[in-house]
Nanobody, 118 residues
Framework: VQLQASGGGLVQAGGSLRLSCAAS????????MAWHRQGPGTQRELVANINSAGITKYADSVKDRFTISRDNARSTITLQMNNLNPEDGGVYYC?????????????WGRGTLVTVSS
């Protein structure tokens, strides 16, 4: 199983970026999918998650600016990030709770860097 993330880059404050993550491989089903981020010198934190029914959860710092969406048929999630500020910068990691055979386990993508200049 692989989680392939894309869409990071450099953007000015106030700008927008869109991240995508696709799960591939031998997958029976996918539960929650999410984006986490880790800034310089900080712990990895949840940005947003979404379950297979489309129910979402956001960190308070990104509510009303970020939108997570999911395509179950394609096993993909996207994160639309608007009105970015420098505190949003960091490495963004895709996460998925995936069932293969009898059990679920978590998977992480390699991360994509988001840099927001002031």
């Amino acid at each position: 199983v692989q989680l392939q993330a894309s869409g990071g880059g450099l953007v000015q404050a106030g700008g927008s970026l869109r991240l995508s993550c696709a799960a591939s491989g031998s997958i029976d089903s996918i539960g929650v999918m999410a984006w986490h981020r880790q800034g310089p010198g900080t712990q990895r934190e949840l940005v947003a998650n979404i379950n297979s029914a489309g129910i979402t959860k956001y960190a308070d710092s990104v509510k009303d600016r970020f939108t997570i969406s999911r395509d179950n048929a394609r096993s993909t999630i996207t994160l639309q990030m608007n009105n970015l500020n420098p505190e949003d910068g960091g490495v963004y990691y895709c996460y998925a709770w995936i069932r293969r055979g009898r059990g679920y386990r978590e998977y992480w993508g390699r991360g994509t860097l988001v840099t927001v200049s002031s």
